[in-house]
């Protein structure tokens, strides 16, 4: 920890040493698959590029795609791997904004890892359900299910009256883990009558086709691909919605599906994010220990306080345009998805070898 300090404060300009105050009016946000992590492995120059920021007091946020943990899960593995004190409130991942939801919607559908679950009660949402619970409740729902019996025992629940009440909202937290299952299950839902399971709606005689589920969706991040550890990129959310569009349509007459998706590049996100790091620098300057309050969604900061933002990203779909089209700088970098020669929807400000190379170029 003391190396990484030493050496971050080696290569730190002069002028950031003397006059710290002065970079409160940059701030960064870090995008983590393909920048700090390759799967759960910390990447060259991301521990180094963090202590940078953080022992100059030079706010930052970690504005992820992923998840699948609580927020103060993914802080506290994060901070242990890249060696770097992280606060819960400086990240977003990419389902934090559906606790702007919990007063709207009181039974969900909850879809990814089985540990979505647990996240969606802790956002607040009083009855939760997750796919594994219906087939469950009834295994020819989803035939072919991908997931074995013992598995679905271990993890599912049995929901009592899950046939009685309407489900309220789909919400899409991470990546489908029984991508049959859950495609059948969101269909049914969707095209259900009122949302209640085991029931299909009638489509009225010359009516036009149905492009408003019965159920909203809510997708949390449209990423068609992603950076693990594997040599080629894999597909991701976006890939997923994309087949539920697709089967929506054909199953409705042509009828394009209303859904809502945010996440990177997505503005919504973008203006969370950007409330957030507005609170964060206000917290370090005072050390106040008060919890951010939850922006609403879908509200532009009324002013800034920042001269630049950079948004520092492998996903030039995701990440880079996003941040392009709010306004922030970016740095793409080449440890994650993208790869010299791939098209740009748009110039990045630095293009990088890898984030500590951004943040340095970047406060240069
Ligand atoms: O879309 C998958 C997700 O893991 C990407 O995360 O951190 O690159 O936005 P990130
Ligand atoms: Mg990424």
């Known amino acids: ?41 910390p990447i060259s120059g991301a521990s180094e590029a963090l202590k940078l920021c953080h022992d100059n007091k030079i706010p930052f946020i970690l504005l992820t795609n992923g998840g699948g943990t609580s927020e103060n899960q993914r802080t506290a593995f994060l901070s242990d791997a890249l060696r770097v004190p992280l606060s819960p409130s ?20 909850a879809v990814g890892s089985p540990t979505v ?6 956002y607040g949402f009083e009855k939760v359900v997750h796919p594994m619970d219906i087939v469950r409740y009834d295994p020819s729902i989803a ?41 059948q299950i969101i269909l049914d839902l969707l095209n259900s ?23 909203p ?33 054909r199953l409705n007459y042509g009828a394009q599906l209303e859904n809502t998706i945010i996440g990177k590049p997505t503005a919504v996100t973008y203006d969370f994010a950007h409330h957030i790091l507005i609170k964060w620098r206000e917290k370090l300057a005072s050390g106040s220990k008060n919890e951010i309050p939850l922006p609403k969604l879908g509200v532009s ?31 793409l970098v080449r440890s994650g998805v993208y790869r010299d020669g791939d098209p740009l929807p748009c110039h990045p400000t630095i293009i990088a070898d890898n984030v500590f190379d951004a943040v340095k170029r970047a406060i240069g």
């Open 217 to 249: 969706i809510y997708f949390s991040n449209n990423d068609l691909v992603w950076a693990n550890q594997y040599v080629l990129n894999r597909v991701g959310q976006g890939a997923f919605r994309t087949v539920i569009e697709t089967l929506y349509s």
């Open 90 to 109: 400086q990240i977003i991942q990419s389902h934090t904004p559906f606790k702007t939801l919990v007063p709207e919607y009181k039974k969900v559908l």
């Open 117 to 122: 679950r647990e996240v969606a009660e802790m």
């Open 193 to 215: 009558e009122n949302g209640m399971l085991n029931t299909v709606r009638q489509a009225r005689p010359n009516a036009p086709p149905m492009s408003k589920p019965s159920v």
């Open 143 to 183: 035939p072919f299910s991908g997931v074995s019996k013992d598995v679905r025992m271990e993890l599912s629940r049995e929901i009592p009256g899950l046939d009685k009440e309407p489900f309220e909202a789909i919400l899409v937290f991470n990546d489908s883990r029984d991508w049959g299952a859950d495609i």
């Open 301 to 331: 900061p009324e002013s800034s306080p920042f001269s630049k933002v950079f948004m520092v990203g492998d996903n030039p779909a995701s990440d880079i345009i996003g941040a392009h089209n709010y306004g922030w700088s970016t740095c």
């Open 1 to 41: 920890m003391f190396r990484v300090r030493q050496q971050a404060n080696r290569l730190l300009p002069n002028i950031l040493r003397i006059h710290r105050s002065l970079h409160t009016e940059i701030a960064f946000a870090f995008d983590i698959d393909g920048v700090l992590l390759r799967s759960k492995e």
